[in-house]
């Protein structure tokens, strides 16, 4: 995990950071697994257009809060899709390497 300095990291609150990236992972783990449910385990290259799709949609919320007085809320949702999304391609990755 990377941790890019901020004022709450000099602030000595790291160790809280932490924890909250694993609820977000946690998070992206229990997307994926419902993705998986719902459609399955899916290549890689369905996997990219979906990643791409996604970071469309989490830009275009990002835009819309920024300038446009769009809901901030939906820039969080957008990102778990694509967290979940990351994840299922590192896992079919790993399955096509197995298999190999």
Avoid at 27 to 33: E, F, I, L, P, T
């Amino acid at each position: 995990m990377v941790l890019v300095p901020s004022d709450a990291d000099r602030s000595g609150d790291v160790a809280d950071r932490r924890e909250a990236s694993s609820v977000v992972f946690d998070r992206w783990m229990g997307k994926a697994s419902e993705n998986i449910d719902e459609w399955g385990v899916q290549d890689e290259e369905t996997l990219l257009l979906a990643m791409q799709e996604e970071l469309g949609e989490l830009t275009q919320a990002v835009l819309e809060a920024r300038a446009e007085g769009g809901d901030p809320a939906r820039i969080g949702d957008e990102l778990d899709d694509l967290g979940a999304l990351l994840l299922q391609f590192h896992e079919a990755r790993e399955v096509t390497q197995l298999a190999e």
